[in-house]
């Protein structure tokens, strides 16, 4: 760590009254020696970390840390306030501040040495010592460990020295027995002197934060602590930036109980299955762990343990799950299911869009290229290119219903997910039906695995009764009870679309843009979306149908160029990972593929999504007052030869595009900092903090 933190990097006087002043403060000194290139930059990147999470912790002490593309070496700048400073831990202000600067590509090496220092802010005598400092030097040697603690005023080693001795008299000769059971606890080892040591209750534990550099390790020695102090043998995995070394399945087959301490998904969650389990935000094994300990040895002792038939977690990972109201739920099952649609989507639509450019717009009533397909003919390739697109099309609505039912209960929900959502084509229930179909199918298997099975069933249960029962019940819900009405509803909802066209059109290609950019490539994006294609999917499809799909698709393309666009004339106000995806974003917007804006509403829903919608309807009203039109259901840019009056489709496209760019680069704008006295722009915090939790999770 020598290289890390110098005398030039500490300030003993840190007079800044806001968590915002200090990590100013501490920047400019990385600024000075070259450590950081851009301060408006590197802390934008610090905003958006502590955005996700304060970086307070119990004891006086802030630790504001990131991993920024604008950090040329891995750095420590510390920082000792009289006053203290608010970086929202729960017992008060923090008087040592850490400020942590890791480049965005930190090597193994560098991470390990921070999670060490992480792990040392655990320590009484450490954090006693540096606030003991009187110079910036000898702080700084302590950071680094040239110093010990211990090298502290008199008065500190006299208070130390009489517990120490105090507590080796106690132990008397109990000590040497201690050597050869490092495992066992002193007060098993005292209790069991004139016989066999007490297994100690066992506890393996999972740490993780959002960056995996400090509170990840933080937890861990926090764990530890109190697990020596409580008598009970606690081993961490910690899953940082660095990676992690999983532990033994032998240690883990051998704890009593399991505690997971996260802000970012466990990884390989499953094998702590089937053993008591505590599962809680990051923070709370650090300020808080003997309260873990205690709730953990409870729930061992009541016998409650996690299903070891599946694992704890569902796909859709859902840490915190206990926290998460229905309606955080409902939203990632949906997601589920439309993220592993979304494939079918964009390659049916463009095979199908393929089959229109290549063998015109009549190619819809060719002939099966079973029956006929010659080889030199582009017309064959056209037929073939548009049957497979077809046949893409027609899992949409089965996939959607499976993978929504495999987010809420894993593996056995896919089979009557997607019976489900294939019973929901059959009625003519259509996307309504396999959003029905999935959560009435997930929510069966849930019930089904609550149910006490004698051990003889249990190996047939994923694999026979299970898909057996809960496709039966699916069934006849789908087709005896719900089926009809839902059909109904999505009948309804077409005839109701379909009576705002004519003298209408316009407000309806306004309603359609708004449709598809308000949940970019959810229900509500799909309902339109299907309505559009429900029209054109016809032999010989009218006038009207093909203007709504040329006004679904052209709005659907208006989020991801905005951004894209957006991040090209205003970089500062995205993140770094924002940029990145900035440039895949005008590819995915060309192409008709709505969710490449995804990540950006994601990070700031409120300006993002309005502005969205805004520049979607302005697209799809003048799509209609153009009287632009499409025969295929996809396909972006690529799909040009087939749209009527494309000129003026291309002017509605870019007009939208430039509306949203527009709003959204002035929402961000009035939300931009602007810190005393500098003028320079500082990106968003809020905007940033979902794609920076991507960017640096492990």
Known sequence: MSDMITADLVDLDLSA????????????????????????????????????????????????????????????????????????????????????????????????????????????????????????ETAAALIRGDEPPTAQPAADDTAVAPAAASAGATAGSAAAQDAPAPNTSDQGVADGASGPAEQPFRIVAVTSCPTGIAHTYMAAESLENAGREAGVEVVVEPQGSAGFTRLDPAVIAAADAVIFAHDVPVREKDRFAGKPTVDVGVKAGINRPGELIAEVRDKAARGEVTAAARPDGSPVERSGDATEGYGTRLRKWLMSGVSYMVPFVAAGGLLIALGFAIGGYKINKAPSVMDHFVWTQADSWGALLFQIGGVAFGFLVPVLAGYIAYGMADRPGLVPGFVGGAISLTINAGFLGGLAAGLIAGGVVLAIQKIDIPAALRGIMPVVVIPLISSAVVGFLMFVVIGKPIASAQKGMTDWLNGLSGTNAILLGALLGLMMCFDLGGPVNKVAYTFATAGIAVASPSDSAMKIMAAVMAAGMVPPLAMALATTVRGRLFTQTERENGKAAWVLGASFISEGAIPFAAADPLRVIPSSMVGGAVTGALSMAFDATLRAPHGGIFVVPLIGNPLLYLVAIAAGVCVTTALVVLLKGMRRPTPAGTAEPAANPSTASAQTKQAVAA
Not at 45 to 56: C, F, I, K, L
Not at 89 to 99: I, R, W, Y
């Open 17 to 136: 009254d806001t968590k915002e002043a200090a990590a100013r403060a501490l920047a400019e000194r990385m600024v000075a020696l070259g450590r950081v290139t851009d301060l408006a930059g590197f802390l934008a990147d610090v905003a958006a970390r502590e955005a996700q999470m304060p970086t307070g912790l119990d004891g006086g002490i802030g630790i504001p840390h990131c991993r920024s593309e604008h950090v040329t070496e891995p750095t420590l700048a510390f920082g000792r306030s009289a006053a203290g400073i608010d970086f929202g831990a729960a017992d008060g202000p923090a008087d040592l501040v850490f400020l942590i600067a890791a480049p965005a590509g930190a090597d193994d090496a560098h991470l390990t040495i921070l999670s060490s220092l992480a792990r040392k802010l655990m320590n009484a005598e450490f954090t006693s010592a540096l606030r003991s400092a009187a110079d910036p």
